[in-house]
């Protein structure tokens, strides 16, 4: 980046970036990968992807979903690196896929694939804090690590919740489903709060399994001792509090309280919300596509929940009772064994059928789909025949809402170990996301102590818009 010296006419993101204005404290690399000006080409496409998302769905797959098996397969490689699996043609010439994606070969014309995503970190906790923020964890590499400063960068959700402080339509803004992610024993990644923006921005954790028969979540489910009669009246004395406490108190300090009993009285007593929630609405057909699991229909209930007007949606991987790890991707032991009986086909059926049906729908263009881990797996096999953690590089996709399907950008080395080129940090996928979104990187966000932060450090990656 140049030197002020260098440049007389520095504009305020520039500022920003000098000053050390940011949502924790950065360490110095993070300001040496500071975007250059972009080709005038890639500008053209990148304006015109600027809003083009509505809403965003994450598919979290917690734990690391293995590069070599997924997007960057190394054929050539030898079997200790390739692994036990082959790849297969896709429907975009040249680029190939494992061979355990055999669905999602088909619609890599709507998939913008990254080849070099980097957070340098290989701890479960520190590297999804890191991806789900655009933030490094201090210091890196820190397992079981929970939120406290300086590590109380925002959620994307909560992020969105920020830039997109409009009525609610019926439904929170952002929402994490089935469960939230934390490592054995419950201890809760940061990152998944509204962090120095405060617990309003928190987007909502909806702990729930919709693969149920009588699946209903119970925040939205008046309790059956309360019928509409009686939650009316409730409603009515509720209401007629709030005014009275609303003149003695003070409005600054009841603001909050008013806003946030509003909002669940909307959540509990509307009918729009419901509906979005009634996965009994689906056909049978369109829930057999997903797969039946918790997490595939975890899956269809995020197409349903933007459609009802959610701007954020993550879909956490959960837990598989009786499997190593958890169930998770974190392949520690029989790595082609798990990928094979389950991870992959689970994910490969749910993805697949996500962007088929909001493209059927006429959704895909205005949801922005994101594929992504906290990182990947290692180059090489452990002796237990599985792979360990890799923050160094690994592979995540995009699709929907202003991306470029059919394009593969970054490149990685003959073992899928290192960045060749295109490398790509989690701020430069943020600040993409939000570009998408409609906000641009330096947006400026206040914490709660009437602090400046921009809303990402990173550069739009023009290369897939």
């Given at each position: ?74 054929p ?20 190939s896929?494992?061979?355990l ?72 803004p ?96 509307g009918?729009?919300?419901?509906r ?12 057999n ?20 007007g ?76 599985g ?24 490149k ?51 290369e897939?818009?």
């Amino acid at each position: 980046m140049p030197s002020i010296q260098q440049s007389g006419d520095l504009t305020r993101r520039d500022w920003l970036r000098v000053g050390g204005v940011e949502l924790s404290t950065l360490a110095l690399p993070a300001l040496a990968s500071a975007a250059t000006e972009p080709s005038s080409q890639p500008q053209v496409r990148a304006s015109g992807a600027f809003g083009k998302a509505k809403a965003v769905i994450v598919i979290f797959l917690g734990g690391g979903p293995p590069q070599h098996e997924t997007w960057d397969p190394k054929p050539e490689a030898p079997a200790e690196i390739r692994g036990g699996f082959g790849s297969i043609a896709t429907r975009t010439p040249g680029l190939s896929v494992g061979e355990l994606m055999p669905l999602t070969a088909q619609l890599t014309d709507q998939i913008a694939v990254l080849r070099a995503m980097v957070t340098n970190d290989n701890s479960h906790s520190s590297s999804g804090y890191h991806m789900m923020t655009g933030v490094p964890h201090i210091p890196p590499n820190s397992e079981n690590a929970v939120s406290k400063v300086p590590n109380l960068a925002p959620h994307w959700g909560a992020t969105t919740r920020y830039v997109r402080q409009t009525d609610w339509r019926g439904v929170p803004p952002a929402i994490t489903i089935p469960t939230r992610i934390a490592n054995t024993g419950e201890v809760v990644w940061p990152g998944q709060t509204g962090g120095v923006l405060g617990p309003r921005f928190d987007p909502w954790l909806l702990t729930c399994d919709p693969s149920l028969p009588q699946f209903n979540v119970p925040d939205l489910t008046p309790p059956a001792d309360v019928p509409q009669q009686r939650f009316e009246r409730r409603q009515s004395l509720l209401e007629e509090v709030d005014r009275h406490l609303a003149g003695s108190v003070g409005s600054n300090p009841f603001a909050g309280y008013q806003r946030q009993s509003q909002q669940a009285l909307e959540l509990l007593s509307g009918a729009h919300a419901r509906r979005a929630f009634d996965l009994s609405l689906e056909s049978e057909t369109t829930r057999n596509r997903y797969g039946r699991t918790r997490w595939a229909q975890s899956v269809l209930l995020a197409r349903r929940l933007v459609e009802a007007g959610v701007s954020l949606v993550q879909v956490n991987w959960c837990r598989v009772d009786g499997e190593p790890n958890g169930g998770s991707w974190d392949t520690h032991d029989r790595h082609n064994d798990l990928l094979k009986r389950y991870l992959m086909p689970w994910m490969d059926q749910a993805y697949s059928a996500l962007l088929t049906d909001l493209s059927e729908r006429g959704l895909l263009d205005e949801t922005l789909v994101l594929w992504v881990g906290e990182f990947g797996h290692t180059p090489r096999f452990n002796a237990r025949a599985g792979r360990d953690h890799w923050g160094q590089c690994f592979s995540i996709a995009l699709a929907g809402g202003g991306v470029r399907g059919g394009v593969v950008h970054g490149k990685s080395d003959q073992q899928a170990a290192f960045p060749q080129s295109g490398r790509v940090d989690p701020h430069d996928l943020h600040a993409t996301v939000f570009h998408c979104l409609g906000h641009s990187p330096d947006t400026i966000l206040t914490d709660t102590e009437g602090r400046p932060h921009p809303l990402s450090r990173g550069r739009v990656i023009e290369e897939i818009l």
